[in-house]
Nanobody, 127 residues
Framework: QVQLVESGGGLVQAGGSLRLSCAAS????????MGWFRQAPGKEREFVAA????????RYADSVKGRFTISRDNAKNSGYLQIDNLKPEDTAVYYC????????????????????WGQGTLVTVSS
């Protein structure tokens, strides 16, 4: 089973951009569907985006479409989340998660049942 470590968070002004990274180790990253979630202060964790094993299929929450781009580089055992035109409401801890289930099963699982989670990286957007 892989372990996941996020990085790339920080303090940024509204309108700016960030690229979050999710580094996998200890397993075969290419066998995992991966995704990004976020949890804002006082709110529940929510789905942000997901990407298939080979990277050909992506899915986004409606709230981030057009501003967020998920990608992966299996040769580097890494996943990424490019965030553009950041808004104060994007302030949250961002987590990557991965599971070896099929893509359809991945989306139907309760998020807490996904196999592996990272520890999160904090993104703070100032207005």
């Amino acid at each position: 089973q892989v372990q996941l470590v996020e990085s790339g968070g920080g303090l940024v002004q509204a309108g700016g951009s960030l690229r979050l990274s999710c580094a996998a180790s200890g397993g075969t990253f290419s066998t995992y569907v991966m995704g990004w979630f976020r949890q804002a202060p006082g709110k529940e964790r929510e789905f942000v985006a997901a990407i298939s094993r080979g990277g050909s299929t992506t899915r986004y929450a409606d709230s981030v479409k057009g501003r967020f781009t998920i990608s992966r580089d299996n040769a580097k055992n890494s996943g990424y989340l490019q965030i553009d035109n950041l808004k104060p409401e994007d302030t949250a801890v961002y987590y990557c998660a991965a599971d070896r289930a099929s893509t359809s099963t991945w989306y139907s699982k309760p998020w807490g049942d996904l196999e592996v989670w990272g520890q999160g990286t904090l993104v703070t957007v100032s207005s």
